[in-house]
C-alpha cells in the first residue's frame, strides 16, 4: 500500500465519526501522523528484539566525494576518506542499533562495507585478519567510507547504498538512484507491515484526531467553512 493510499483511507475513517464536515485536515498532517505512528510502531516492535523485516527497510543511494579527514574547517590532514555528498535523513535509533541496517555497494553481489561506530572506525583493519576491509560509519549524520590497507579505493566507489529504517520515509525524495529515478514517491509502496497500519489507523483515530476535534469545530454540520475555536 502506497502513503498517498493510506492516507485516503484514513481520510475515510474521519469522515465516518461525522464529527464534522470542513476538518480543515491536510494531506501534510495525515502524511505526518502516519509517519509519527510508524516510527512508534517500528521502535516498540524492533526493541522487543523482533527480527527487522524487510518491508520496513528502505535502499538510499548516496553519492560519495572524496574529503579531507579533518574535522576542523580549513585545516587538512592530507589523509582522504569518501564521504556522502548529501546527509543521511534521521533513522529509527533502537536499543541496539542505530537504525542503519547496511551500508554496501550498489552491486546486488559484492561483499557489504562494514558498518561500524566511529570509535571502531579508528582501528578498523589494523588487525591480520581484517586488513582488507573497507568500513563505513556515520558522522554528523554523513556516511563516511574509510580503509587502512585497500589503496585507491576511493577511485571506484562513487555510489553507495544505505539500507535504513527511516523516521520520514518521504525524506529519501531528494536521493536518486544511478538511472535518476527518484528513491522515493508517494505512490511507491509505503515501508511499513500490513499488520501494523490497522493498528496504527486506530491509533490515530484515538490520539491524534482528538487534539484537532477540540481545537477547530464547525459552528454547524453544513458544507461551509464556518468554524470557530473552542477556548
Given amino acids: 500500500m502506497t502513503l498517498n493510499e493510506m492516507q485516503y483511507q484514513l481520510r475515510l475513517d474521519i469522515r465516518k465519526q461525522e464529527l464534522f464536515d470542513d476538518d480543515e485536515l491536510s494531506n501534510r498532517m495525515l502524511k ?3 509517519h509519527t505512528q ?3 510502531w517500528v521502535r516498540n516492535e524492533l526493541n522487543k528484539n523482533h527480527s527487522i523485516d524487510d518491508q520496513i527497510i528502505q535502499p538510499a543511494c548516496m553519492e560519495m ?3 579531507d579527514r579533518s574535522d576542523c574547517p580549513g585545516k587538512t590532514t592530507g589523509v582522504s576518506v569518501l564521504k556522502s555528498k548529501l546527509q543521511l535523513p534521521k533513522t529509527i535509533e533502537l536499543h ?4 542503519v541496517v547496511n551500508v554496501a555497494p550498489v552491486d546486488k553481489l559484492a561483499f557489504d562495507f562494514s558498518y561500524v561506530p566511529i570509535q ?3 582501528f578498523a583493519g589494523s588487525g ?5 576491509v573497507i568500513s563505513a560509519f556515520r558522522y554528523n549524520n554523513y556516511i563516511f567510507i574509510t580503509s587502512k590497507r585497500v589503496q585507491n579505493f576511493a577511485r571506484y566507489i562513487r555510489f553507495i547504498m544505505v539500507y535504513g529504517l527511516f523516521e520520514d520515509p518521504t525524506a529519501l525524495e531528494v536521493f536518486t538512484h544511478i538511472n535518476g529515478d527518484a528513491c522515493y514517491s508517494d505512490d511507491d509502496d509505503y515501508p511499513l507491515n500490513s499488520w501494523m497500519w490497522n493498528y496504527m489507523r486506530t491509533e490515530i483515530l484515538k490520539l491524534n484526531l482528538p487534539l484537532v476535534v477540540e481545537g477547530i469545530t464547525d459552528k454547524v454540520n453544513d458544507a461551509d467553512e464556518n468554524v470557530e475555536r473552542n477556548a
Fill in 120 to 122: 571502531r572506525a579508528k
Fill in 38 to 40: 510508524r516510527a512508534l
Fill in 65 to 67: 566525494e572524496v574529503a
Fill in 32 to 34: 505526518h501522523w502516519i
Fill in 128 to 132: 591480520q585478519f581484517n586488513s582488507t
Fill in 96 to 99: 541496539h542499533t542505530d537504525g
